[in-house]
């Protein structure tokens, strides 16, 4: 069965930073893209960065400089670096298999509420 877990969300203040993980099971981690999308209250859900098999990397205009991605095959995670954090970044954070598209039901997702 394929899984993905996302962690490491919370509570920061506007120009904080966080660290989110996904860990993924159930399927040859290192042949995959992975990707981080986001949903904030109101909103579609939206890719904010992504990530290939080769590490080539990519990011949505709004988070570009400010968020990373990386992955480690060794422990089957993607992870999100997450600087600056303005309150426009507040959303249920998910990772998702692919590129161009989720392959994989969604996770629980973890929360990033960025507020004084």
């Known amino acids: 069965q394929v899984q993905l877990v996302e962690s490491g969300g919370g509570l920061v203040q506007p120009g904080g930073s966080l660290r989110l993980s996904c860990a993924a099971s159930?399927?040859?981690?290192?042949?995959?893209?992975m990707s981080w999308y986001r949903q904030a209250p109101g909103k579609e859900r939206e890719l904010v960065a992504r990530?290939?098999?080769?590490?080539?990397?990519n990011y949505a205009d709004s988070v570009k400089g400010r968020f990373s991605i990386s992955r480690d095959n060794t422990k089957n995670t993607v992870y999100l670096q997450m600087n600056s954090l303005k309150p426009e970044d507040t959303a249920v954070y998910y990772c998702?298999?692919?590129?161009?598209?989720?392959?994989?039901?969604w996770g629980q997702g973890t929360q990033v509420t960025v507020s004084s």
């Open positions: 998702n298999r692919g590129w161009a598209t989720p392959s994989v039901s």
């Open positions: 159930g399927f040859i981690f290192s042949l995959y893209a």
């Open positions: 990530i290939d098999s080769n590490s080539g990397r």
